[in-house]
């Protein structure tokens, strides 16, 4: 769960799309101030190019395919949608369902090339556009397209790149060749189930053999798992879409992993699926092995496990536990080239590493990614002490100190191949992208529009629970003016708010610039403070969350005196949006008004992995699950409140907005909903920049 959501693709929304506000319709234009600026890197693996996606400029949607020589500096445009297929560049009506799916999972608004991949030395990229896949000779800067079965998704290249595997209509192909590798049998192949897309970080289904002869294959089961419908209201003749949502104590997906010969083989690879039923993540190490990491249902016992292709047997390499959960760290758990086991290493106050069980040495740091290999050491993305910046540094595998690649304020993040070093840093400034290689180094171009705002929110660690905090006043603001607060939240876990990346502060100030105080803390559960931290929300969420950003606004008070708390607004989005409408229905007497954006007002009925992971089984945590529910507390509403939901979202299904309406409407309580056709988990193409005018107006009447 995260607080990004869409309905369509921006090509769609700037057809229709009012906005009267200079700031939100430049917003709306720009993709808020993404379009033009390159993303989807790809590296050769001796780091001499570089593939990368990017728009033509800041106004334009659709994503084209680049290849940068790294050395030279020379950039190519290799794939044109417009040219390819002109007229149609990738809007969402035009995608396969189980495409915008992903692309739903992967919160990817892009039009255009969204995704593509390419062979090892990037002389072969493949793609889709509206189900009909291409293949690009990145040299010539041709592409051709290729025959498929049916609408076209995930294609992959083989080593080759002469062989595509895809998937159509839940069938895993390879072409040339229009028969389907994987058998009938009723299940789904190829492809990454509802709780690895949405909640595990896996959005791939299949991989291909080193030497091309065979694809390991995920099978996906769905027939336990429960349907979900969405009827458009505003179509009334269209059937409604389904999917299998796996429901907090119900079934999940039965996943299992197969190794399909293109000689017809087929081989099963077998672990204990009923202890260990989530497959976080797959892939060749070799020829002759198979790497993949399982966790069981609550997430308390993970994996790295070892499978040989030819028998399907298995054999544990590493496990890594933890009595609340294991917390994903991306890059972990993994085997290095000489053979170690590289894994998290937490302890109350840090997240580390550790190879073969022995911990290595990153005091002072909190670790948030293993991002790869550079010199013989792991490139990690870093924390160090306030968590509101993020660094890069090499850890030495053999013990050494740690040594910091990118420093200083700002979210810094790095990606590398080879010897070859991309660094990205995100700044009150804008963004830098460098690439470093031999000495040299090369500024990638952005042709994004420029940040309208400078903006430097007044951080600081408030209550005895040291919570980050910020504040953003308006600009030309008069010390001694008193002003309402606009708590502007998250507080779940897995998302961090207070977040020195330069993007996320210009809403925000827009917000501060109608006359409001914006504060937002990242209370206990969110992420990289320490794993005590996150922690604080074992089988309960709502209250510590509650508690907290009670607690930080009166502390924050102190300092801000211009803070009026009594008339304190709050807004959020999906986990934000569950605990605007908690915030309102158990204290009123802080909060006098709220609007809630596709809020999950009843756990029971949120997913599997994210809401497990946390509160443990319904069956188990009865009170827990009660505890955090916004039913029962409907007749308690006093306080304005304004509930919104996409009624296409199959993330937070609109049931949750619904029923919490109904029980206030049963409960005789005034409230507003504010319902959105065909819109589900995201606000790309103004439709973000709409509501906030809508929220604006609700909350100035709702304030005073």
């Known amino acids: ?124 990229a493949v793609f889709t556009l509206d189900g009909r896949l291409f293949r690009t000779d990145t040299t010539a800067g041709t592409s051709d397209e290729l025959p498929v079965a049916g609408p076209a998704f995930d294609p992959r290249p083989d080593a080759t790149g002469q062989r595509v595997a895809y998937v159509a209509e839940d069938a895993l192909y390879v072409t040339p060749g229009l028969e389907p590798l994987s058998p009938a049998d009723g299940a789904r192949w190829g492809v990454a189930e509802f709780a690895a897309a949405e909640e595990l970080g896996r959005h791939r289904g299949h991989w291909w053999r080193p030497d091309g002869g065979a694809l390991l294959a995920a099978r996906v089961d769905e027939s336990a798992v429960p349907r979900r419908y969405f009827a458009d209201p505003a179509h009334p003749g269209e059937a409604p879409e389904d999917f299998a949502y796996p429901q907090a104590g119900g079934p999940n997906a039965d996943v299992q992993l197969w190794v399909l010969g293109l000689d017809g083989t087929r081989v099963r690879l077998r672990w204990d699926t009923e202890e260990f039923p989530y497959l976080c993540a797959a892939s060749w190490a070799s020829t002759d092995e198979v790497l993949l990491t399982v966790a069981d249902r609550l997430q308390q016992n993970v994996l790295l496990l070892s499978a040989d292709p030819a028998t399907g047997d298995t054999a544990e390499l590493s496990r890594t536990t933890d009595e609340f959960w294991v917390d994903d760290l991306p890059g972990t758990p993994a085997r290095l080239a000489d053979g170690r086991l590289l894994t998290v290493h937490d302890t109350p106050q840090a997240r580390g590493l550790a190879l073969d069980g022995k911990p290595l040495d990153t005091t002072g740091l909190q670790i948030r990614r293993v991002v790869g290999r550079l010199h013989g050491r792991l490139l990690c993305e870093t924390g160090e002490g306030d968590p509101f910046d993020q660094y890069v540094h090499l850890v030495d595998p053999d013990g050494g100190a740690p040594e910091p690649l990118a420093s200083g304020p700002g979210l810094h993040s790095a990606l590398a191949a080879a010897d070859t070093l991309l660094l990205t840093s995100a700044t009150a400034d804008g963004v830098r ?20 705002h400078r903006v430097e929110p007044r951080l600081a660690r408030v209550t005895e629970r040291a919570l980050p905090s910020a504040v953003v006043y308006p600009r030309g603001h008069v010390p001694g003016t008193r002003l309402p607060v606009l708590l502007d939240v998250y507080g779940g876990p897995g998302y961090q708010a207070v977040a020195a990346e330069p993007r996320r502060w210009q809403l925000k100030q827009w917000w501060a610039d109608q006359g409001f105080a914006v ?150 309580r005034p409230h507003n909903v504010l319902p959105l056709p065909g819109a589900t988990h995201m606000t790309p193409g103004g439709l973000l920049e709409q509501l906030a005018q809508a929220e604006l107006a609700f909350l100035r009447a709702s304030l005073g």
Not at 524 to 544: E, K, N
Not at 632 to 655: F, K, Q
């Open 1 to 124: 769960m995260t607080d990004y959501w869409s309905g369509h693709t921006p090509r769609d929304h700037h057809r229709a799309v009012t906005i009267t506000d200079a700031f939100l319709a430049l917003s709306a234009r720009t993709g808020r101030f993404t379009f033009g600026a390159p993303r989807a890197y790809t590296f050769a693996e001796d780091g001499t190019r570089l593939l990368l996606l990017r728009s033509s400029g800041p106004e334009d949607p659709v994503d084209r395919l680049h290849l940068l020589d790294t050395a030279t500096g020379e950039e190519r445009l290799v794939a044109d949608p417009a040219a390819l297929l002109p007229g149609r560049t990738g809007r969402r009506d035009d995608l396969p369902v189980v495409e915008r799916r992903l692309r739903e999972r992967s919160r990817l608004v892009a039009a255009g090339i969204g995704t593509y991949a390419a062979t090892a030395d990037l002389a072969t």
């Open 433 to 452: 992208r460098v690439i470093s290689r031999d000495g040299h180094e090369l500024a990638l171009t952005d042709l994004s529009e420029p940040l309208p």
């Open 519 to 668: 504060v937002t803390v990242d209370n206990g559960g969110t992420p990289f403070v320490s794993p005590d931290f996150s922690r604080t929300i074992f089988r309960r969420m709502s209250q510590v969350a509650l508690d907290d950003q009670v607690d930080a606004l009166h502390a924050l008070a102190e300092r801000h005196p211009d803070l009026d708390l009594g008339r304190v607004g709050v807004r959020g989005w999906s986990y934000g949006g569950y605990f605007a409408a908690l915030a309102v229905l158990r204290r009123p007497d802080v909060f006098h008004a709220a609007c809630a954006g596709a809020p999950p007002t009843d756990f029971r009925l949120y997913d599997t992995a994210y809401t497990e992971r946390y509160l443990g089984l319904p069956q188990e945590n009865p009170e827990g699950y009660a505890d955090d529910c916004l039913l029962p507390d409907a007749p308690g509403l006093s306080r304005p409140l304004l509930l919104i939901h996409g009624l296409a979202d199959d993330n937070v299904h609109p049931s949750h907005t619904l029923l919490l309406s109904q029980a206030l409407t049963r409960a005789g």
